[in-house]
Nanobody, 115 residues
Framework: QVLLVTSGGGLVQAGGSLRLSCAAS????????MGWYRQAPGKERELVAT???????NYADSVKGRFTISRDNAKITLYLQMNSLKPEDTALYYC?????????WGRGTQVTVSS
């Protein structure tokens, strides 16, 4: 398995930006797809964005044009650049990695966007 440590969350005003990071450690070689998910209070966890080893990305409709997912394959670090943040983006953001077809999850980091 791998350890996923997420950081970069915080409190911002609407229209502001944040960048989340997720550093993977351990046996990282088998990791394929990585992604970001989020969960707001009282809501189910939902997909934000994913990225494959080859760089192919997928985004939720709600964040297209505002968020950008990327990865550093040398350090096995996942990033999420979040621009034009909205109050609706407020949630606990989780890092995900597919490791030998096994789901691995980070602890999560809080993103709060004020009106």
């Amino acid at each position: 398995q791998v350890l996923l440590v997420t950081s970069g969350g915080g409190l911002v005003q609407a229209g502001g930006s944040l960048r989340l990071s997720c550093a993977a450690s351990g046996n990282t070689t088998p990791i394929s797809t990585m992604g970001w998910y989020r969960q707001a209070p009282g809501k189910e966890r939902e997909l934000v964005a994913t990225i494959t080893n080859s760089g192919s990305t997928n985004y939720a409709d709600s964040v297209k044009g505002r968020f950008t997912i990327s990865r550093d394959n040398a350090k096995i670090t996942l990033y999420l650049q979040m621009n034009s943040l909205k109050p609706e983006d407020t949630a606990l953001y989780y890092c995900h990695a597919l490791w030998r077809n096994i789901d691995c999850w980070g602890r999560g980091t809080q993103v709060t966007v004020s009106s």
